[in-house]
């Protein structure tokens, strides 16, 4: 395919692709260098950048001590144009543990091979960030005049829950641009007009721990778990999966609700007891259609009817919420970038849900229009050997570019 823009774009998206791998931005390493990073090859084309770093008390009170709060988190704004409308970009640098098991390279020394790029976050998202930062600085270099601000929100924290990044971006600094791209790998066929919802819950039920000789004296916390699971997974399981999402998703299993209940699991652990307490988690998808707060009381109370019945003592602790986001496909954000993707790429994307959760529902929870497309096949994400296609790479940065250009006309 005939690239559209000068050679030195693609070559610098792929320069701050292999260079922002190297920085190990798991779970708040890293972070500042790499935001220093983006900021100085930003200024190099004369594109105007803010820090802002998320205050420390902040962070302690919205992250568990396994997500290091105690090391601190930064967002960086780049912004170019002027006027009243914002056209902003959204990419997440931190990345998730490399795990073990990689053959090609080493997890953060990116090697690339056969057109492709691999290590850590290349595609997840990484990528992403380096098209969004390749785009904006041709653009900068232009010098032509923009009746629009277009800007880069560069956020960590996103496979943590995204409250310490976009959340606080949104929620904190208040931000509210009118329509938000974000870079996650949908693949340059699909666009992820929205994601479903999700609730976490650990359900707590509670006995009297004894000596397992002597049972008599005990309540045995297990026995009450598994007659409220069991009613859990055969009564209610089915009437919250016979649900049907009537927009398209991106595996047609996921249009239904789901529930899985046992991912995490806690006892004692002594086989000698009666044990006293138990626990187990639910994980609860919610499909567009669903209200997040309604679906947390129905799934609460059917918990306490099913306790009350086996007169079992129960504590519900949420884990984590995540709001359903969805954007009409026949918005003008989702119609002017899939026009863009035609006249640029020659075919329209796929519009659909995403099954997993993003960081679309903080601008949508306080109405702004937010969807996601980049560069990367999605089963790339989280996954041993992790790599980017470069041609896909290239032709984001051209979609990008010429949604910067024609935005909101």
């Given at each position: 395919?005939?690239?559209l823009?000068?050679?030195?774009?693609?070559?610098?998206?792929?320069?701050?692709?292999?260079?922002?791998?190297?920085?190990?931005?798991v779970?708040?390493?890293?972070?500042?260098?790499?935001?220093?990073?983006?900021?100085?090859v930003l200024?190099?084309?004369?594109?105007?950048?803010?820090?802002?770093?998320?205050?420390d008390?902040?962070?302690?009170?919205?992250?568990?001590k396994?997500?290091?709060?105690?090391?601190?988190?930064?967002?960086l704004?780049?912004?170019?144009?002027?006027?009243?409308?914002?056209?902003?970009?959204?990419?997440?640098?931190d990345?998730v543990?490399?795990?073990?098991?990689?053959?090609?390279t080493?997890?953060?020394?990116?090697?690339k091979?056969?057109?492709?790029?691999?290590?850590?976050?290349?595609?997840?998202?990484?990528g992403?960030?380096?098209?969004?930062?390749a785009?904006?600085?041709?653009?900068?270099?232009?010098?032509?005049?923009?009746?629009?601000?277009?800007?880069?929100?560069?956020?960590p924290?996103e496979e943590?829950?995204?409250?310490t990044?976009?959340?606080?971006?949104?929620?904190e600094?208040?931000?509210?641009p009118?329509?938000?791209?974000?870079?996650?790998?949908?693949?340059?066929g699909?666009?992820?007009?929205?994601?479903?919802g999700?609730?976490?819950?650990?359900?707590?039920?509670?006995?009297?721990q004894?000596?397992g000789?002597?049972?008599?004296?005990?309540?045995?916390?297990?026995?009450?778990?598994?007659?409220?699971?069991?009613y859990?997974?055969?009564e209610?399981?089915?009437?919250?999966?016979s649900?049907?999402s009537?927009?398209?998703?991106d595996?047609?299993?996921?249009?239904k609700?789901?529930?899985?209940?046992?991912?995490?699991?806690?006892?004692?652990?002594?086989?000698?007891?009666?044990?006293?307490?138990?626990?187990?988690?639910?994980d609860?998808?919610?499909?567009?259609?669903?209200d997040?707060e309604?679906?947390?009381?129905?799934?609460k109370?059917?918990?306490?009817?099913?306790?009350?019945?086996y007169?079992?003592k129960v504590?519900?602790k949420?884990?984590?919420?995540?709001?359903?986001?969805?954007?009409?496909?026949?918005?003008?954000?989702?119609?002017?970038?899939?026009?863009?993707?035609?006249?640029?790429?020659?075919?329209?994307?796929?519009?659909?849900?995403?099954t997993g959760?993003?960081?679309?529902?903080?601008y949508?929870?306080?109405?702004?229009?937010?969807?996601?497309y980049?560069?990367g096949?999605?089963d790339?994400?989280h996954?041993?050997?992790?790599?980017?296609?470069?041609n896909?790479?290239y032709?984001?940065?051209?979609?990008y570019?010429?949604?910067?250009?024609?935005?909101?006309?």
């Amino acid at each position: 395919m005939i690239n559209l823009l000068p050679t030195w774009v693609y070559s610098l998206a792929e320069e701050v692709l292999e260079k922002s791998i190297e920085y190990p931005t798991v779970l708040g390493e890293a972070y500042r260098d790499l935001v220093e990073y983006y900021a100085q090859v930003l200024s190099n084309y004369g594109v105007h950048t803010t820090i802002h770093r998320v205050p420390d008390d902040y962070l302690k009170k919205r992250l568990d001590k396994s997500m290091n709060p105690d090391k601190p988190r930064y967002i960086l704004l780049a912004r170019i144009g002027s006027g009243d409308r914002v056209l902003q970009y959204n990419g997440h640098y931190d990345v998730v543990a490399p795990g073990k098991g990689w053959t090609v390279t080493d997890p953060f020394k990116p090697k690339k091979v056969d057109n492709r790029l691999y290590g850590r976050g290349s595609t997840d998202m990484k990528g992403g960030l380096a098209a969004f930062t390749a785009a904006i600085a041709y653009l900068a270099s232009t010098k032509e005049p923009l009746d629009h601000v277009v800007e880069v929100a560069y956020v960590p924290d996103e496979e943590i829950g995204g409250l310490t990044g976009t959340g606080y971006l949104v929620n904190e600094l208040g931000s509210r641009p009118d329509w938000v791209v974000i870079g996650e790998p949908s693949g340059l066929g699909t666009m992820w007009i929205g994601h479903k919802g999700g609730i976490w819950l650990e359900v707590f039920v509670k006995g009297k721990q004894a000596h397992g000789s002597t049972p008599w004296h005990g309540e045995n916390a297990f026995e009450k778990m598994v007659y409220i699971a069991k009613y859990l997974i055969e009564e209610v399981k089915p009437i919250i999966e016979s649900r049907t999402s009537s927009y398209e998703y991106d595996e047609e299993e996921s249009k239904k609700a789901t529930m899985v209940l046992g991912g995490k699991l806690t006892a004692p652990g002594s086989v000698n007891i009666v044990p006293g307490e138990v626990s187990f988690s639910i994980d609860r998808r919610l499909i567009i259609e669903e209200d997040l707060e309604k679906a947390e009381e129905e799934l609460k109370k059917y918990i306490l009817e099913v306790a009350s019945k086996y007169n079992a003592k129960v504590e519900i602790k949420v884990l984590s919420k995540l709001s359903p986001s969805f954007v009409e496909p026949d918005s003008d954000l989702v119609s002017t970038l899939s026009n863009i993707v035609y006249e640029v790429l020659g075919f329209r994307p796929r519009k659909v849900v995403c099954t997993g959760g993003l960081d679309l529902h903080f601008y949508t929870d306080v109405g702004v229009k937010a969807i996601s497309y980049g560069p990367g096949d999605p089963d790339q994400a989280h996954v041993v050997n992790e790599y980017i296609d470069l041609n896909d790479l290239y032709r984001s940065i051209d979609v990008y570019v010429e949604l910067s250009k024609k935005a909101f006309k």
